[in-house]
C-alpha cells in the first residue's frame, strides 16, 4: 500500500473524527434524515433495540427495530461510550477503504484473465478510489449517521477484495454475513463465484465452473444458516427474528419515506393489490442477476457494481449509503468514463435531487405547504440520475469490450441498428 | 351491587308507604339563558348558579336542559378562561369541566323553546334536547335576560311573549307534560311574565314588577363585569345556607318568606292561585331536588310485591357473586353446571436491569465464532 493512500486514509479518518468531535449534535440530526437513515439501517431503532434486548426483552417486538441479531450482540460486547461506537464506524468505513484500494491494485477492473480494455492506462490509481469512497460525502454522511448499512458496505467490499484475491471461502463468507444483514447483496453472489472462479491463484488446479460454482453456493448457504443459527440463540431460542428481519425487506410494512421507489407506491395501495406488486418489484431486481452475469461474463467485477447500483434505486429501503457504494465502485471503471455520454446529465440531475430532497422533505414535513408528491417527485429524479447513470456505464463498458474486437471503431460515433 | 342496594333500599320504603300514586316521579329543570354577549355575563352566571344547584341536590344531566349562548366562558375577554364565576371571591367555578349545555349558541330561539316545552320538534332530534316528561314529572323553569311588560328577549333578536309562554304551559298542561310546575324568572318586569298563566298547577316567581327593573348584585373587578342578579343571588343565598342536601325539609314558603325587597331592591312576586298546594307543605326538593317516589300499580298487593322483591335480590346476589349462584344452581337443579374458567392475570413483562450474563456469554461467544471462522478462512485462502 503506497503512501498517498495511506494518507488519503488517514485524512478521512481525521475529517470524521473532527466532525464527530467538533459537531456533537451532528450525527444526531443526519440519523433522523429520512435520505440516509431507513428503518433497516437507523442507529436510533438500534439503540432502541439494545434497550429491549439489555432488559431481557424480545427486541423485535416494538416493531422498531429490524436489523440483524448479531448486531444486538456486537454492541452489547462493545462497551457503551459514544466514541468507542464512533471509532467501530470510522474502522469500518477504513477496511471499506482498504478493501477498494486492494481491488484498485489489483487492476482487475482494467483486465482480468478473459477480457483487457484497451484504455487500461487510465484507470485511477488506488489511493484516488479510497478516495473516492471516503471523501464522498454521501459515504461521509452514511458514516456520521451511524447507520448499519457501513457494516454492510465493509462487508460487501471485503468479500469483492477476497474474491479478487482468489480466497474463495473468505470472499463467500463476508458476502454471506452482507446479505444477513441486509438481504439484497445476495444478488451478487453468481457474480462473485465467476470472479472467483477468474481470479483462482493455480488455474491448473481448476475445477470447471459447475463444480465450483455449486461448492461455492453451498458453502453460502452453509454459512448463512450458521449465521441465522448464531442469531437463533442469541434472541434466546427464537425464530421471530426472521421475520423482523427479512420480512420485512420482502413485505415492506413500514412505509417511512426513503430515496426509494417503493414507499409511495405501496401507501396508496389497495390490500388486495399488495402482495401482487411485492412480487413485481423484487422480481424487478431478480431479473438483471441473469442477464448481466450472461452478457459481462468477462467482467464479473462490473455485474457486481452494476446490480449494486441496481440494487441502490431498487431495492425496498434504500439510501444514499447505497449510491456511495456504487459510485466507489463505479470509479474503479474510470478508463471508460470518456464513453459515457451523459455524464454531466447525470451529475448535476444527482446534485439537483441532493439539495432539492431535503428542501422539499422539510416543506412536506415541517413546513406544511408541500405534500409527499414533492418529496417523491425527487426521489424518481434522484433514481433518473442513477439510473442514466447505470445504463450509461453499461453502454461505455459494453462499448469498451465491442472496441478490443474493433479497435478501427476507438473515437468514432455509433448507432445501434 | 347496584341493582342489590336498590333493592335494599325499595324493601323498606314499600314496606312502610302505602299507594304513592299522588306524588311526582321526576324532576326536570329547563334553565334558560336569553342574553348574549360579554356584558350579560350575569345572565350566564345566574343560569349556570342554578344549574350547580339543581346537580348538586340530585336532578342529573339527562333530566336537565340547559339553554345558554354560551359565549362568555371561552371569550376573548374573559380574563380567566373557561372559567364563568357568579361571586367575586370566584371560590366557584360554574363552568367546570363537568357541564352539559344542551342548546348552545343560536340554537337558543323563542321557536326551540316553544318546541322543547310542547315537543314538537323534529323527529331527529336527539334525548338530550327534547323535554320527556310525563303526567308525574316535576319541571323547574328558570329563565333571566332581559326582560319587559309582558315580553323577554331572546338573544337580542327576537322576543317571546308572556302569553306564548302561557300558551305553551298549557299545551304540556293538555299534553299531560307535568305534574307541577316552578317558574322562576330573573329580568326587569319579571312579574308581568307570569301574569297571563292560565293553566293549573304552576307555581310562578318573579324578580321584579311592572316599571321594576331587577338589578346585578355586584360586579368582580378582574372579570370586568357584573357577575351575578341580586334576585338570584339572595335565592342561591337561601338554597346554599338552609338546602343542604337531598333530606332537607325546607318549604317553598320559606324560600318565598326569605324575599327582603330591601336586600333585592326590587319587589319580588309569587303566584300561588293556579298552584292547588299549600306552599308550606311543597318541599323545596320536590322542584330542585330529584326525590323519586315509586308508583304502584297493583292495590292492596303488598304480599306479592315482597315475593317479588326476594326473586329479585336472590337474581342481584347471583348475578354479582357468579361462584355462589352457580353452586346453588347445582345444588338445586342437580345438574353439573361448569364453572367459569380461572381468569388468566395478566402481569407486566419482567424487564432486567442489565443483561443477564448467560445473555451476554452467548452474544460473545457468537461473535467469537464469526471472528474464528473468518481467520479460518483467510488462513485456509491464503494457503
Redesign the interface.
Known amino acids: 500500500m503506497d503512501r498517498r493512500s495511506i494518507i488519503v486514509i488517514l485524512t478521512a479518518v481525521l475529517l470524521r473524527l473532527f466532525l464527530f468531535t467538533i459537531f456533537p449534535a451532528l450525527p444526531d440530526l443526519l440519523t433522523s434524515r429520512v435520505e440516509i437513515s431507513t428503518p433497516v439501517t437507523s442507529y436510533k431503532r438500534l439503540k432502541e433495540g439494545l434497550y429491549l ?5 424480545s427486541p423485535y417486538n416494538g416493531g422498531v427495530f429490524h436489523q440483524a441479531p ?1 448486531l ?3 454492541f ?2 462493545l462497551p457503551s461510550s459514544s466514541i468507542i461506537t464512533n471509532l467501530v464506524y470510522i474502522l469500518a468505513d477504513v477496511q471499506s477503504a482498504l478493501s477498494l484500494i486492494q481491488i484498485a491494485n489489483t487492476g482487475v477492473s482494467a483486465s482480468t484473465p478473459l477480457h483487457t480494455s484497451s484504455r487500461k492506462d487510465n484507470s485511477l490509481p488506488a489511493w484516488a478510489v479510497g478516495a473516492a469512497f471516503l471523501l464522498n460525502p454521501f459515504t461521509v454522511a452514511t458514516c456520521l449517521s451511524r447507520s448499519t448499512l457501513v457494516f454492510t458496505n465493509t462487508a460487501i467490499l471485503t468479500a469483492i477484495a ?1 474474491a479478487v ?6 470472499g463467500i ?2 458476502l454471506a ?1 452482507s446479505a444477513y444483514l441486509s438481504l439484497y447483496p445476495a444478488l451478487c453472489l453468481p457474480a462473485l463465484i465467476l470472479l472467483s472462479y477468474d481470479m483462482h491463484k493455480r488455474p491448473a488446479l481448476r475445477v470447471s465452473l459447475g463444480v465450483f460454482a455449486t461448492t461455492s453456493t453451498m458453502l453460502f448457504i452453509g ?1 448463512i444458516i ?2 441465522l443459527g ?2 437463533y ?2 434472541t ?1 431460542g427464537s425464530w421471530e427474528f426472521l421475520y423482523s428481519t427479512y420480512g420485512v425487506h420482502l413485505m415492506l410494512p413500514d412505509l417511512t419515506p426513503n430515496v426509494g421507489l417503493w414507499w409511495y407506491f405501496f401507501i396508496e395501495m389497495f390490500d388486495s393489490f399488495r402482495d401482487f406488486f411485492l412480487c413485481v418489484f423484487q422480481l424487478h431486481l431478480l431479473i438483471y442477476v441473469g442477464g448481466l452475469c450472461i452478457r459481462f461474463r468477462k467482467q464479473p467485477l462490473f455485474v457486481i457494481t452494476s446490480i449494486l447500483g441496481l440494487c441502490a434505486m431498487f431495492k425496498s429501503y434504500p439510501s444514499i449509503g447505497d449510491t456511495a457504494l456504487y459510485i466507489s465502485l463505479l470509479s474503479l471503471y474510470h478508463h471508460v468514463f470518456p464513453l459515457m455520454r451523459y455524464t454531466f446529465f447525470a451529475t448535476s440531475t444527482l446534485l439537483y435531487a441532493s439539495l432539492l430532497g431535503p428542501a422539499f422533505y422539510h416543506l412536506w414535513i415541517y413546513a406544511g405547504s408541500g405534500n409527499a408528491n414533492f418529496f417523491y417527485a425527487i426521489t424518481l429524479v434522484w433514481c433518473l440520475a442513477l439510473t442514466v447513470i447505470v445504463a450509461d456505464a453499461l453502454y461505455a463498458v459494453l462499448r469498451d469490450e465491442w472496441e478490443t474486437e474493433r479497435p478501427e471503431m476507438r473515437g468514432k460515433d455509433v448507432m445501434q441498428i | 351491587m347496584k341493582f342489590g342496594a336498590q333493592i335494599a333500599l325499595l324493601l323498606p320504603l314499600l314496606a312502610t308507604l302505602p299507594f304513592v300514586s299522588a306524588q311526582h316521579t321526576s324532576n326536570w329543570a329547563v334553565l334558560v339563558s336569553t342574553s348574549r354577549f360579554w356584558f350579560n355575563y350575569r345572565h350566564l352566571a345566574n343560569v349556570l348558579s342554578m344549574y350547580r344547584t339543581v346537580k348538586r341536590l340530585g336532578i342529573p344531566d339527562s333530566q336537565i336542559i340547559l339553554m345558554l349562548a354560551d359565549d362568555v366562558a371561552c371569550n376573548p375577554r374573559n380574563v380567566f378562561p373557561a372559567s364563568v364565576f357568579n361571586n367575586a371571591d370566584r371560590g366557584l367555578d360554574l363552568y367546570g369541566n363537568n357541564i352539559e349545555v344542551d342548546y348552545r349558541g343560536y340554537e337558543v330561539t323563542v321557536e326551540n323553546f316553544i318546541r322543547l316545552l310542547t315537543d314538537r320538534v323534529e323527529p331527529d332530534t336527539p334525548r338530550s334536547k327534547r323535554l320527556l316528561t310525563d303526567d308525574r314529572s316535576n319541571v323547574f323553569v328558570y329563565m333571566t335576560g332581559h326582560g319587559g311588560n309582558e315580553f323577554l328577549k331572546f338573544q337580542d333578536a327576537e322576543e317571546i311573549s308572556a302569553f306564548d309562554i302561557a300558551d305553551a304551559f298549557e299545551q304540556m298542561w293538555e299534553k299531560k307534560r307535568y305534574h307541577q310546575m316552578l317558574f322562576m324568572i330573573d329580568t326587569c318586569q319579571a312579574n308581568t311574565m307570569y301574569s297571563k298563566f292560565y293553566s293549573p298547577n304552576i307555581l310562578a316567581t318573579g324578580s321584579s314588577k311592572l316599571d321594576e327593573s331587577s338589578l346585578s348584585h355586584h360586579g368582580d373587578n378582574d372579570v370586568g363585569v357584573a357577575v351575578i342578579d341580586r334576585y338570584t343571588y339572595y335565592n342561591l343565598e337561601f338554597l346554599e345556607n338552609n338546602v343542604k342536601n337531598a333530606s332537607s325539609k325546607h318549604t317553598m314558603k320559606d324560600l318565598f318568606d326569605s324575599y327582603d325587597i330591601g336586600k333585592i331592591h326590587s319587589t319580588p312576586g309569587v303566584r300561588t292561585d293556579l298552584f292547588n298546594r299549600k306552599l308550606d307543605e311543597v318541599l323545596i326538593m320536590d322542584f330542585f331536588g330529584n326525590v323519586q317516589n315509586v308508583e304502584v300499580d297493583a292495590e292492596g298487593d303488598v304480599e306479592k310485591w315482597k315475593v317479588d322483591a326476594e326473586e329479585l335480590s336472590r337474581l342481584a346476589a347471583k348475578i354479582t357473586m357468579p361462584g355462589a349462584g352457580c353452586a346453588k344452581n347445582a345444588t338445586k337443579s342437580g345438574a353439573t353446571v361448569p364453572s367459569p374458567p380461572d381468569a388468566q392475570k395478566i402481569l407486566a ?8 450474563p448467560i ?2 456469554a ?3 461467544c ?2 467469537g ?2 471472528a474464528a ?2 481467520f479460518a ?2 488462513l ?3 494457503s
Open positions: 434486548y439489555e432488559h431481557g426483552l448479531l444486538l450482540a456486537f452489547t460486547a477476497r484475491n482468489g480466497e474463495l471461502l473468505p463468507l463476508a454475513m454459512a450458521g449465521l448464531l442469531s440463540s442469541i434466546g | 413483562m419482567k424487564v432486567e436491569e442489565k443483561t443477564s445473555r451476554n452467548i452474544g460473545v457468537a461473535l465464532a464469526c471462522a473468518w478462512a483467510t485456509l485462502g491464503k
